[in-house]
């Protein structure tokens, strides 16, 4: 961890995680118009990480680590009624 730089952690966060939120926040007007469904993409690895698989390139966790953001944020709002 100690090698990565905060903007390089900023900048993963920003593609994996923040653009799923703005993609799904500019869809949600549409879907509530004409219904419809959000289908997220990520990486059944970022459960591995994140239930303690430590053999992993330390490039991984960062890159991982958003995109458990991505799968906790499709399961969230899979919660309520967009």
């Known amino acids: 961890m100690e090698q990565f730089a905060p ?3 900023d900048a993963m966060v920003a593609t ?3 653009g799923t ?3 799904t926040r500019a869809a949600v007007p ?3 118009e004409r219904g419809g469904v959000i289908i997220n993409m990520s ?3 970022a459960s591995r990480i ?3 698989d430590t053999n992993r390139a330390p490039d991984r966790v960062r890159r991982f680590g958003a995109r458990s953001g991505v799968i906790a944020h499709t399961d969230r709002i899979s ?3 967009v």
């Open 43 to 45: 990486s059944s690895m």
């Open 21 to 23: 939120f703005l993609c």
């Open 30 to 32: 549409h879907l509530r």
């Open 79 to 81: 919660m309520f009624d």
């Open 50 to 52: 994140a239930a303690g």
């Open 7 to 9: 903007h390089d952690w």
């Open 16 to 18: 994996n995680l923040t």
